[in-house]
T-cell receptor, first 114, second 114 residues
Framework: DAGVTQSPTHLIKTRGQQVTLRCSPK?????VSWYQQALGQGPQFIFQ???????QRGNFPDRFSGHQFPNYSSELNVNALLLGDSALYLC?????????????FGPGTRLTVL | GNSVTQMEGPVTLSEEAFLTINCTYT??????LFWYVQYPGEGLQLLLK?????DKGSNKGFEATYRKETTSFHLEKGSVQVSDSAVYFC?????????????FGKGMKLTVNP
């Protein structure tokens, strides 16, 4: 049973560019959440997708957008990249009807903005 | 809003030493509480969880008890090993059902020397 997978592993972009990160959830999971983890900090919630719609959103600007596909996989898009967007981006999946909120994390995508 | 405050490191211990990582939270209602671990170069893994007051979560020799009266969820291990070297995150989620966003502390880096 494959866990949560993310691609690419690493990415280097320049300021002003746009980036797309991808996530495939754990088998059987229908909900995908995205988190940003800056160096030396805890993960910060960006948003969550369920049934192809954004269900919750954290305190991130509109430059951050996402999408969920019918197969439950998800993309995170960031426009007009800033130096401060450099971070590890983590995807987590879960099942909406699970009794307790256990989320399974992927290995992350390390984004560097130059 | 909901928040988590945890002991910050880094901390270095010798093998077989006792470990305590303090974690306190602020939340309305009855959150679920989690400890996640991040090994070098990897994503987050759930270490243990507790979903109601006085619950004790345990895994791999680690334990934490949900203390509502002190709003705490301290992580303990009686005898650490070199393989326990990692970053530890305390987290909470608001709901006990469904998929709610996780709120993380800043993390504590633990290094265990032989």
């Amino acid at each position: 049973d494959a866990g949560v997978t993310q691609s690419p592993t690493h990415l280097i972009k320049t300021r002003g560019q746009q980036v797309t990160l991808r996530c495939s959830p754990k088998s059987g999971h229908d909900t995908v959440s995205w988190y940003q983890q800056a160096l030396g900090q805890g993960p910060q919630f960006i948003f969550q997708y369920y049934e192809e719609e954004e269900r919750q959103r954290g305190n991130f600007p509109d430059r951050f957008s996402g999408h969920q596909f019918p197969n439950y996989s998800s993309e995170l898009n960031v426009n007009a990249l800033l130096l401060g967007d450099s971070a590890l981006y983590l995807c987590a999946s879960s099942f909406v009807d699970q009794p307790y909120n256990e989320q399974f994390f992927g290995p992350g995508t390390r984004l560097t903005v130059l | 809003g909901n928040s988590v405050t945890q002991m910050e490191g880094p901390v270095t211990l010798s093998e077989e030493a006792f470990l305590t990582i303090n974690c306190t939270y602020t939340a309305t209602g009855y959150p679920s509480l989690f400890w996640y671990v991040q090994y070098p170069g990897e994503g987050l893994q759930l270490l243990l969880k507790a979903t109601k007051a006085d619950d004790k979560g345990s895994n791999k020799g680690f334990e934490a008890t949900y203390r509502k009266e002190t709003t705490s969820f301290h992580l303990e291990k009686g005898s650490v090993q070199v393989s326990d070297s990692a970053v530890y995150f305390c987290a909470l989620s608001r709901a006990q059902g469904g998929s709610e966003k996780l709120v993380f502390g800043k993390g504590m880096k633990l290094t265990v020397n032989p």
